[in-house]
């Protein structure tokens, strides 16, 4: 198990790597350009060699992308639609260029229409998706809070779309903090315990490619998409020696996406504090 973080990119993507490595982390997720805007980054060859040659020489990865935050592929918009499709696809290219896993992403918000009006577009959507990109490379469907019709809060939400979509390539990532607040005890063995059962029922276990590890602000059911520091939140210390704990997550990575003590973004001291907790949980 590898304790990563999301990491900027700003100056070239090659300086993802000096920023995980300066705050200890082993596995990185960087987005591939500005995640409020449509507009995606080209890469320069020279800056997709540096980015290799710094992985290579100091061991950190696996790496991920995390799609815009403008994609919704329930909405009922079809110009958004075509460009959250098209930023999906250049973000999953970006990962064949540059040697990463896949790419996460939130599948959206019904806004009210319901799951089942908007399921069949959903499906539709991944599988363009999944066709228009490099056979080796995942779509990473993250789960969601549950708030403002966003789907995906429910495990069953996610299995359905897998099954139908019918890929292989088609992964889930693990948001803790958004599971906790859609109503997913993984604070105690009992509920953490039935969670991943349900899990592994819904969705198979096999899929599950990421986590990102979130303490929640957000009380459990709470419904909010709210991350805090790890310990910090009501998901705690505790909580999270549960959850490395448990066999579900021995191979995956984890992916700290927390605002940070200085409030910006993860830094050494989650880090280490995550690293503390897998020592703990290896020991035991």
């Known amino acids: 198990m590898k304790i990563g973080a999301h990491v900027g990119t700003s100056g070239g993507v090659n300086k993802a790597i000096d920023r995980a490595e300066e705050i200890g982390a082993e596995a990185i997720q ?8 449509w507009r995606r980054k080209e890469y ?39 460009k959250g499709i098209d930023a999906l696809v250049h973000d999953m290219k970006v990962c064949h260029l540059l040697g990463s896993l896949g790419v996460i992403f939130h599948i959206g918000s019904h806004r009210g229409a319901g799951y089942e009006h908007v399921f069949s577009q959903v499906v539709g959507s991944v599988v363009r998706i999944v066709e228009a990109t490099p056979e080796e490379t995942w779509l990473i469907l993250e789960n969601s809070a549950g708030m403002g019709g966003a789907i995906g809060s429910r495990f069953e939400e996610l299995g359905r779309i897998i099954s139908e979509a019918g890929s292989p390539r088609v992964r889930v990532c693990l948001d803790t903090q958004h599971a906790f607040a859609a109503g997913y005890d993984l604070k105690t063995k009992a509920g953490l315990e039935a969670a991943m059962s349900e899990f592994d029922r819904e969705v198979g276990l096999d899929r599950l490619v990421a986590v990102h ?29 549960n959850i490395l704990a448990h066999p579900a997550f021995a191979d995956v990575p984890f992916l700290l996406e927390v605002p940070g003590y200085a409030n910006e973004g993860p830094d050494r001291r989650n880090v280490e504090t995550l690293k503390s907790v897998r020592d703990r949980a290896a020991a035991s």
Do not use: M, W
Not at 56 to 70: K, N, R
Not at 222 to 234: C, F, K, L, P, Y
């Open 30 to 37: 960087i987005f591939s350009g500005a995640p409020q805007a």
């Open 213 to 241: 590890a979130n303490d929640s602000k957000c009380p459990l059911a709470g419904g909010v998409d709210r991350h805090e520091n790890i310990g910090e939140g009501h998901i705690g210390v505790d909580g999270f020696e």
């Open 44 to 82: 320069r060859p020279e800056e997709v060699e540096a980015y290799k040659a710094r992985a290579a020489e100091t061991g950190i990865g696996p790496a991920y992308v995390h799609g815009v935050y403008l994609v919704n592929l329930a909405t009922d918009n079809p110009e958004n639609l075509e």
